[in-house]
DNA sequence: ATTATTAATTGTAATGAATACAAAAATGGA
DNA sequence: TCCATTTTTGTATTCATTACAATTAATAAT
């Protein structure tokens, strides 16, 4: 019935994944909330629902999930990391004022071939750090 | 005497920075191991020679020199920042193996700019994570 | 089904990078 | 030399993340 949770569990079990009770509500925060969400804010919302979900277990998944490459990990800020379930390559921007981070439909080519001065390329980091839109907008 | 020193010191009056004995002494770190050092080697480097320095004042000295523009911050491994004296743009390499981070002096036409999506650009942080070249070749 | 085996989850304790803060020391100007 | 300001120090604290053992849940075999 639920034909969200139910694509959820299929694309879990397509990548040999158990799709446990857990990992559902992980991946669904995920996928509904696209706004680099830390490990506390995954926590402190499914613990509202799940009330003996442990913060280990958010993080325990979080990193079980970057490891089979569901998703990926972000260290921007330099106090905690955010998650992101967008595993297309793409960029990210940084706002100094508000602290949003924003997608940015950057390609890279290094990426796309792979490797780069003999290097063979896994991951693409790519951010900006500054003022976005909006605050320059708003003269924040 | 000391010409080396003599310079650091010229550089740091010329941006208005106080030239003390330990902001020439990190400082001179930074330029001689340019390697991204964390915050403890540099402490661990310098307190060999400097008995009485401390690790906040080590921590300080870099988040002074961040504010002042003359080195960079770098937040790659998710464990603890590095530090690059190399402020001229440039992206990075972290091999996943050996840990090294290897300096790429790729262009980026969007920081050159300063601007992207309507967001102003201040900082440029673009690396890769991967296998390097030397780990590849020793298939370590 | 029932049990045995494996995997997932939990809770607490520990780790470790980084900061807060007040005291002490050093610096530069009058 | 004295004073005001800045820098440095040392300790305590914060906080994100991990370690680990115990508990619980899920899967497979008989």
Redesign the pocket.
């Known amino acids: 019935m639920n034909t969200k949770m139910e694509l959820l569990k299929k694309g879990l079990l397509k990548k040999g994944i158990?799709p446990?009770?857990?990992?559902l509500k992980v991946l669904d925060y995920l996928e509904t909330n696209r706004n680099h969400p830390?490990?506390?804010a995954i926590y402190k919302s499914l613990v509202k629902e799940?009330p003996?979900?442990?913060?280990?277990?958010v993080?325990?998944?979080l990193?079980f999930f970057h490891e089979k490459e569901l998703i990926n990990i972000l260290f921007i800020t330099g106090?905690?990391?955010r998650f992101d379930s967008n595993i297309s390559p793409h960029h990210h921007f940084l706002c100094g004022k508000c602290g949003r981070i924003i997608d940015l439909d950057i390609e890279c080519n290094y990426f796309k071939k792979g490797n780069i001065r003999g290097h063979r390329i896994i991951e693409l980091h790519g951010y900006f750090k500054g003022i976005c839109k909006d605050c320059l907008k708003e003269g924040k």
């Open positions: 158990r446990t009770y857990i990992r830390t490990a506390e799940i003996t979900i442990s913060r280990t277990s993080y325990n998944t990193n106090i905690e990391a």
